[in-house]
């Protein structure tokens, strides 16, 4: 049982269109990283979140932290080929020492011309 | 400032082997985390290393082991390899804040493909 559900798994969409990805957990988290992956190559940080009901903007993407610092959301507007790729959400459990961190299992998503 | 380096990138090994991976964190950077990423389970942790200590560590037998250096570099070791040992090995950085956690940022990754 993943601690961390990412949903969905996988999605193909046309370029222009809006999509969210969706990470929750039943625990409590100190921060929440967002990774983007390429394949063969390590996750790049996209954005870090530490405060419950924070909101950060990247340009076209919107993080959002949920305000009991369970959950969080990736959203994409006006998505672009250059989007595809692993997005991944990994938090730092609230109480653990040290930096480790929790993934999600992943969101494929392919952004189609 | 450069990034986290992994030496090698890929590696081939077969069954009953053992194998050493390198990590370099960027500069200034104290902890230094292990991750293996299979497509199977995805991102675990591995362990993490700071001042030289295993400061935490997953779910792994102990064919599985570490260390860090004075220079922050730190090496994984897996002994007695097995099929399922193939994956992406990762290492990540990040600076040690009083009270919380920080930032890991991510090398490359080695590619670890047992025969």
């Known amino acids: 049982t993943q601690l961390l559900e990412q949903s969905p798994q996988f999605l193909s969409i046309q370029e222009g269109e809006n999509l969210t990805v969706y990470c929750n957990s039943s625990s409590v988290f100190s921060s929440l990283q967002w990774y983007r992956q390429e394949p063969g190559e390590g996750p790049v940080l996209l954005v870090t979140?530490?405060?419950?009901?924070e909101v950060k903007k990247l340009k076209r993407l919107t993080f959002q932290f949920g305000d009991a610092r369970k959950d969080s959301s990736l959203h994409i507007t006006a998505a672009q080929p250059g989007d595809t790729g692993l997005y991944l959400c990994a938090g730092a459990i609230f109480g653990n020492a040290g930096n480790m961190l929790t993934f999600g299992g992943g969101t494929r998503l392919m952004v189609k011309p | 400032k450069a990034g986290v380096t992994q030496t090698p990138r890929y590696l081939i090994k077969t069954r009953g082997q053992q194998v050493t991976l390198s990590c370099s964190p960027i500069?200034?950077?104290?902890?230094v985390s292990w991750y293996q990423q299979t497509p199977g389970q995805g991102l675990q942790f591995l362990f993490e290393y700071f001042s030289e200590t295993q400061r935490n560590k997953g779910n792994f037998p102990g064919r599985f082991s570490g260390r860090q250096f004075s220079n922050s570099r730190s090496e994984m070791n897996v002994s007695t390899l097995e099929l399922g040992d193939s994956a992406l090995y990762l290492c990540?950085?990040?600076?040690?804040?009083?009270?919380?956690?920080?930032?890991?940022?991510f090398g490359p990754g080695t590619r670890l493909t047992v025969l």
């Open positions: 990540a950085s990040s600076r040690v804040l009083a009270g919380s956690t920080d930032t890991q940022y």
């Open positions: 500069s200034g950077h104290r902890s």
């Open positions: 979140v530490v405060t419950g009901g």
